[in-house]
């Protein structure tokens, strides 16, 4: 359950509502999902939230569905439920298989895996690894 009340159209602020256009027209659907529906109690993180996920997302050095991809592996290891829900499903979207999936959950689980172990260790980072080409 929502820790706010997830405001309805009809609820929004005019400076909440102009961000939900954007949503829409970028985004090509009348949805407006319950994330951006949270965040419309306070319009101005909303904003400042929307434009850095429009930004990153954007089409760039990157093709989509790698960036639902990282971006739903980041989510797995911070034990996000909502947005490995919602950019595993982007990432489907955008042509993902069930094999691309299971592969990704796989290299997520030996990444934490790794990093918990290096971590503990204390492992100094090799002299090669520090270096930038």
């Given amino acids: 359950m929502s820790t706010v009340r997830l405001l309805a159209d009809d609820e929004l602020s005019p400076e909440a509502r102009v961000v939900f256009d954007e949503i829409r027209a970028l985004r090509r659907t009348d949805v407006v999902n319950n994330f951006w529906r949270a965040l419309a109690h306070d319009p101005a993180l909303m904003r ?14 990157l093709d989509p569905l790698t960036k639902e991809l990282i971006y739903a ?6 034990n996000c439920e909502y947005c490995i829900r919602s950019h595993t499903a982007a990432a489907r979207a955008k042509g993902m298989t069930e094999a691309q999936y299971m592969e990704l959950v796989a290299v997520v689980a030996a990444a934490s895996q ?6 503990a260790l204390q492992v100094p980072v090799d002299e090669a690894f520090k270096a930038v080409p």
Avoid: F
């Fill in 48 to 61: 400042r939230t929307w434009e850095s996920v429009r930004d990153v997302m954007a089409p760039g050095a």
């Fill in 73 to 78: 592996a980041v989510s797995i290891a911070n």
């Fill in 114 to 119: 790794t990093n918990r172990l290096a971590t």
